[in-house]
């Protein structure tokens, strides 16, 4: 099978395509015939071993894929061959092949084809966890959504626009912005050409419920200065690069709440809640995923570098079909 093959850490373009040897399928264990796979921003750090775990090379890198199932191992009863699924790890899906336990698997609605289910994954389902139990977003609430054009930021427009919040989305140029607007954000910031303290003090006189930042870096306290009392401040992920400091007097002075995301902490019962609802978006395409590039097997280096320079417009994919 052919794979993108780190070989040893560094820039993307480190990545090579190699033919390798299938995968063994063991116990409770299908091997899959991927059809697309999702480029996200760990992908690029696990490849200059900046992530927070580190893969030992050499390693096929890629963490969401979509496609259909081509073999069963042993203690496999709920799925059959032919079954098409999609699934989250931490590395692996950058392959025309690829073994994963069943138990993690989930089932790609009816009528929802590999490219759209492959990009719907970690994006969609953190933002709106984020936004259900983290954030806690109402019917009305202002929010704000840094990094609006990217994978997590997007989902957040798309999905805070469903549960019927106002949108003020914060991008790095206009283009990102249109897509943002044309998802239903109510006010569009271009952190780079205006000032964002007073671009969000003008936009939000009362102040925000709430802000997700799968950013971080520089915009993080304007945003934060931009809560109103009580807000809920969630940070996602720090895709500037930058780990920001926050002042700690304006927690005190403001009453905000900062809060970070991550899956387990969800409680169970509002997991199963929001996984159920999440599905019931998809399957009705009430929310589609927006997929600014597409990019062969061959060309995967290059799409890890459109995303690590943060060029990427919703989500990026690797066709493998």
Same mark, same amino acid.
């Given at each position: 099978m052919l794979a993108a093959v780190c070989p040893a850490y560094g820039p993307p373009e480190v990545v090579r395509i190699e033919d390798l040897p299938s995968p063994g399928v063991g116990e409770g264990q299908v091997r899959i015939r991927v059809g697309a796979a999702a480029v996200n921003y760990p992908d690029v750090l696990l490849v200059a071993n900046q992530y927070q775990i580190s893969v030992p090379p050499p390693f096929i890198p890629g963490s969401e894929f979509a496609g259909e199932i081509i073999e069963l191992g042993p203690g496999v009863d709920d799925f059959a061959v032919g079954d098409r699924v999609t699934d989250t790890g931490l590395y692996g899906a950058f392959a025309e092949e690829v073994v994963v336990d069943a138990a993690g698997l989930a089932r790609i609605p009816d009528g929802v084809d590999d490219h759209t289910a492959a990009a719907f994954g970690v994006a969609y389902r953190t933002a709106y966890h984020t936004l259900r139990s983290v954030a806690k977003v109402q019917s009305g609430d202002d929010v704000v959504v840094l =990094?609006? =054009?990217?994978?997590?930021?997007?989902?957040?427009?798309?999905?805070?626009?469903?549960?019927?919040?106002?949108?003020?989305?914060?991008?790095?140029?206009?283009?990102?912005?249109? +897509?943002?607007?044309?998802?239903?954000?109510?006010?569009?910031?271009?952190?780079?050409?205006?000032?964002?303290?007073?671009?969000?003090?003008?936009?939000?006189?009362? =102040?925000?419920?709430? +802000?997700?930042?799968?950013?971080?870096?520089?915009?993080?306290?304007?945003?934060?200065?931009?809560?109103?009392?009580?807000?809920?401040?969630?940070?996602?992920?720090?895709?500037? =690069?930058?780990?920001?400091?926050?002042?700690?007097?304006?927690?005190?002075?403001?009453?905000?709440?900062?809060?970070?995301?991550?899956?387990?902490?969800?409680?169970?019962d509002e997991f199963a809640r929001n996984e159920t609802e999440l599905a019931e978006l998809l399957a009705t395409r009430r929310v589609l995923p927006h997929i600014g590039a597409v990019y062969p097997l061959a060309e995967t280096a290059a799409a890890l570098r459109h995303v690590a320079d943060g060029k990427a417009i919703g989500k990026v994919l690797i066709d493998l079909t």
């Open positions: =990094g609006a =054009g990217g994978g997590v930021g997007l989902a957040a427009v798309q999905l805070g626009v469903q549960l019927s919040a106002a949108i003020i989305a914060v991008a790095s140029s206009n283009e990102k912005l249109d +897509v943002a607007a044309s998802y239903g954000a109510r006010h569009r910031i271009n952190y780079r050409s205006d000032d964002l303290r007073q671009q969000l003090k003008e936009a939000l006189p009362e =102040g925000a419920a709430a +802000v997700v930042d799968p950013v971080g870096g520089e915009l993080s306290e304007p945003a934060l200065r931009s809560l109103r009392h009580g807000g809920r401040f969630v940070t996602v992920g720090y895709a500037s =690069g930058v780990i920001p400091r926050i002042p700690l007097n304006l927690v005190l002075v403001k009453g905000v709440h900062v809060l970070g995301f991550q899956f387990q902490d969800v409680p169970p």
